[in-house]
């Protein structure tokens, strides 16, 4: 299988924002490119960046630095919330689209392009669906069916609009689950049988024959044994090249990006070996979710600039391998921060024993942090017209 031309979708978002890298240099101003944003930065190699949105927060009329922020440094918007099944469907049979809406217009206005979050997961799914499933009013034909009506809905109406859907995530276990061997978990897994990802994307390319279906998942970001039974990358990838021999129309893989400072977690070089064997399937691939979370001890929540630098260091060194990653393979076709500012973080909310913090780009005043300067850098620096061959001087005589 050919890897396709991945960027017709996002071609729009691509030619308006890279467009702000020919503008002449003002008069007697040299060109800066550290002046510029992660978005235009990011176009000049085919690379989109992106950010998650939450939609509260943009309409937050006494916080308008959120919005100038999505609006200025991005030229990709995932839906954080807004596109999944329990915010589109809370009562079964109808759908509140008002959120979801206005995001794609928001990014319409913007010529942000949009990923689509989520079509199928095991979580926040609406209560009727789940307890229907629990009490027998809901049977397993019927779920199938429900989950059938519910892709085909949510990608019909947004056809043409979507660059890359989500369509199936967190579909793998973890080695600490239980049973430690890897296998297909939660709600569809254990209600309808692993062959719902198959369908889940044949029916997502029903839809709309145009939009890149991706699978997504946490800790896949660099391979380990290389066993299935305990390599959640090598499952991930076997996975995806059983369904491609399906001929099932599956055209990239998500790695979320979720790390902690207090992990070893990866070096680039391994990062980058991962991209290429998903890629050599002939599928594309992009991080999605990108956060690197942070220990809030006690001397951290004091200002405790000891405990507190080594931290916006190790983050902004993992944010910048995962950059580094992306832009070394050419299948790496975006790179989404999930929130960019500590203010609108899902990390302290989520991750509370011991609490984390400190997970984005941007602090609580949307100050960038080294994060955002190390990604700028790695953007910038990472080929011509500001990285060029050596020059060797000559032996003076």
Same mark, same amino acid.
């Given at each position: 299988?050919?890897?396709?031309?991945?960027?017709?979708?996002?071609?729009?978002?691509?030619?308006?924002?890279?467009?702000?890298?020919?503008?002449?240099?003002?008069?007697?101003?040299?060109?800066?490119?550290?002046?510029?944003?992660?978005?235009?930065?990011?176009?000049?190699?085919?690379?989109?960046?992106?950010?998650?949105?939450?939609?509260?927060?943009?309409?937050?009329?006494?916080?308008?630095?959120?919005?100038?922020?999505?609006?200025?440094?991005?030229?990709?918007?995932?839906?954080?919330?807004?596109?999944?099944?329990?915010?589109?469907?809370?009562?079964?049979?109808?759908?509140?689209?008002?959120?979801?809406?206005?995001?794609?217009?928001?990014?319409?206005?913007?010529?942000?392009?949009?990923?689509?979050?989520?079509?199928?997961?095991?979580?926040?799914?609406?209560?009727?669906?789940?307890?229907?499933?629990?009490?027998?009013?809901?049977?397993?034909?019927?779920?199938?069916?429900?989950?059938?009506?519910?892709?085909?809905?949510?990608?019909?109406?947004?056809?043409?609009?979507?660059?890359?859907?989500?369509?199936?995530?967190?579909?793998?276990?973890?080695?600490?689950?239980?049973?430690?061997?890897?296998?297909?978990?939660?709600?569809? *897994?254990?209600?309808? #049988?692993?062959?719902?990802?198959?369908?889940?994307?044949?029916? +997502?390319? @029903? %839809?709309?024959?145009?939009? &890149?279906?991706?699978?997504?998942?946490?800790?896949?970001?660099?391979?380990?044994?290389?066993?299935?039974?305990?390599?959640?990358?090598?499952?991930?990838?076997?996975?995806?090249?059983?369904?491609?021999?399906?001929?099932?129309?599956?055209?990239?893989?998500?790695?979320?990006?979720?790390?902690?400072?207090?992990?070893?977690?990866?070096?680039?070089?391994?990062?980058?070996?991962?991209?290429?064997?998903?890629?050599?399937?002939?599928?594309?691939?992009?991080?999605?979710?990108?956060?690197?979370?942070?220990?809030?001890?006690? *001397?951290?929540?004091? #200002?405790?600039?000891?405990?507190?630098?080594?931290?916006?260091? +190790?983050? @902004? %060194?993992?944010?910048?391998? &995962?950059?580094?990653?992306?832009?070394?393979?050419?299948?790496?076709?975006?790179?989404?921060?999930?929130?960019?500012?500590?203010?609108?973080?899902?990390?302290?909310?989520?991750?509370?024993?011991?609490?984390?913090?400190?997970?984005?780009?941007?602090?609580?005043?949307?100050?960038?942090?080294?994060?955002?300067?190390?990604?700028?850098?790695?953007?910038?620096?990472?080929?011509?017209?500001?990285?060029?061959?050596?020059?060797?001087?000559?032996?003076?005589?």
């Amino acid at each position: 299988m050919k890897l396709r031309r991945w960027m017709t979708a996002g071609a729009v978002a691509v030619a308006t924002v890279a467009a702000l890298n020919t503008v002449p240099a003002a008069a007697n101003r040299p060109y800066d490119p550290t002046a510029q944003s992660l978005a235009a930065l990011g176009l000049r190699h085919g690379l989109q960046v992106g950010t998650a949105v939450d939609m509260a927060a943009l309409n937050d009329t006494s916080d308008p630095q959120y919005r100038r922020l999505t609006t200025s440094e991005f030229s990709s918007v995932t839906a954080e919330n807004a596109m999944k099944w329990e915010s589109l469907e809370p009562t079964r049979g109808a759908y509140d689209w008002a959120a979801a809406d206005q995001l794609v217009e928001f990014a319409k206005r913007n010529r942000q392009s949009v990923r689509g979050h989520v079509l199928v997961w095991h979580n926040q799914l609406p209560a009727w669906l789940t307890s229907g499933v629990a009490d027998g009013s809901i049977s397993r034909q019927e779920l199938r069916e429900l989950l059938r009506r519910h892709i085909t809905t949510v990608v019909s109406r947004y056809k043409g609009k979507i660059w890359q859907w989500d369509v199936v995530n967190e579909a793998v276990s973890d080695p600490w689950d239980t049973p430690s061997t890897l296998h297909y978990k939660g709600f569809w *897994a254990q209600n309808l #049988g692993p062959g719902y990802i198959a369908d889940a994307f044949r029916w +997502a390319r @029903a %839809a709309d024959p145009k939009a &890149l279906l991706f699978y997504n998942d946490y800790n896949i970001e660099a391979f380990g044994s290389g066993n299935p039974a305990d390599d959640k990358p090598q499952f991930v990838h076997d996975m995806v090249k059983g369904l491609l021999a399906q001929g099932v129309p599956i055209d990239g893989v998500g790695s979320q990006g979720h790390l902690g400072t207090q992990y070893g977690n990866y070096d680039t070089l391994q990062v980058t070996a991962a991209l290429k064997k998903f890629a050599a399937l002939g599928v594309a691939t992009a991080f999605t979710e990108v956060d690197v979370r942070s220990e809030m001890t006690e *001397a951290v929540q004091a #200002g405790n600039s000891a405990e507190i630098n080594p931290r916006l260091q +190790a983050s @902004a %060194a993992n944010f910048s391998v &995962l950059m580094k990653a992306c832009l070394a393979v050419r299948s790496c076709l975006s790179y989404t921060v999930w929130g960019f500012s500590d203010k609108h973080s899902w990390v302290p909310g989520w991750f509370n024993d011991p609490p984390q913090g400190m997970a984005t780009i941007y602090d609580e005043s949307y100050q960038p942090k080294r994060a955002y300067h190390e990604l700028k850098s790695d953007l910038i620096f990472a080929g011509p017209p500001y990285v060029l061959p050596r020059i060797a001087p000559k032996p003076r005589r």
